[in-house]
């Protein structure tokens, strides 16, 4: 036998020496739940060692991610019930919580980076993405709610703008709007393959954001489909994404691969709740060793070709130093 790729594998040394993908803490950008109020840290029930801050905590929250390396954080909020409406108001309105989060964050870790969600269904009465008219979304009439709240996010000192909605030429719409105010410098990441799936039902759960009827297959893709996933990364790079993303990250790690080849933008995967919800459920149960299984999963992740990874996992990996 001339090859015998066992002796790749006969020490540590020589298997770190061969290792194809590295994980590290630049890799993770944190997501992390915010409420109103004081002193709040509130488990998700369905998302074990996951809490909603209020931002007196929050900031705790940060700044101990911060001295673990972890310096990324997507922001989601959960908003009482009374402040959602039909145009999802809230979400620009000035003082906001969302808003003050962000602006309370920057101000006090100015080298963190963060990263906000845009979209209507934190806010939106409907629990839609979208506006909703006689039970349809309204694609056009949503970009101009996603560009007011693009904008406040820029003004409260957001790094890079999110816009998780899945409506169609909203990179675009968000940009110019982002330009043409002073804010050429702030970065779009574009949820640009987002499948309407099962795995975000922890998530809503912890924002109390589940559509109000119906589901979101008019908008988000169908989980059946590849090439459609090239046709968004293609738009919303030709838009002026700065970073595509993947969402959810461990069903669809084939769609990573096939946007990593099809462009230069760095591509990011979304890790979501139900696949957090998943692991931590097995390893509650003894069914699973939890740094092996949370490892594996993240590490596949960077190999089917995603630079950042948004995982809740990111701050007990590294406080645990498994990597
Ligand atoms: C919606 C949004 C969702 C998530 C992030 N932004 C869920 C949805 O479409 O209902 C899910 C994240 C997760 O499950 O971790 N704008």
Known sequence: MLQRPRRNRKSEVIRQMVQETHLSAANFI???????????????????????????????????????????????????????????TESHR???????????????????CVVTDVAMDPYSSDGHDGLVENGE???DATLEILGKMALAH???????????????GRVGYIREVLDDNGFSEVSIMSYSAKYASAFYG???????SAPKFGDKKTYQMNPANQ????????????????????????????????????????????NVSGEYAM???????????????ITEVLMSIRRAGATSILTYHAKEVLENKWL
């Open 30 to 88: 944190f997501p992390l739940f915010i409420v109103d109020g004081n002193n709040i840290k509130t488990e998700v029930l369905s998302m074990p060692g996951i809490y909603r801050y209020s931002v007196d905590n929050l900031l705790r929250e940060i700044e101990s991610c911060m001295n673990l390396g972890l310096k990324a954080f997507d922001l989601f909020p959960n908003i009482d019930e009374q402040l959602k409406d039909k145009f999802a």
């Open 94 to 112: 000035e003082n906001s919580l969302y808003l003050r989060a962000i602006s309370e964050v920057k101000r006090h870790f100015p080298e963190a």
């Open 137 to 139: 979304i309204l694609n």
């Open 154 to 168: 820029a003004r409260a000192g957001a790094d890079i703008i999110a816009p998780s909605d899945m409506m169609d």
């Open 202 to 208: 922890p998530f809503r759960d912890a924002l109390g």
């Open 227 to 270: 090439r459609e996933a090239l046709i968004e990364a293609r738009l919303d790079e030709s838009e002026g994404a700065d970073f595509l993303m993947v969402k959810p990250a461990l069903a669809y790690l084939d769609v990573i691969k096939l946007i990593k080849d099809d462009t230069e933008l760095p591509v990011a995967a979304y």
């Open 279 to 293: 692991i931590k459920a097995a390893v509650k149960n003894g069914w699973l060793n939890e740094q092996r299984a």
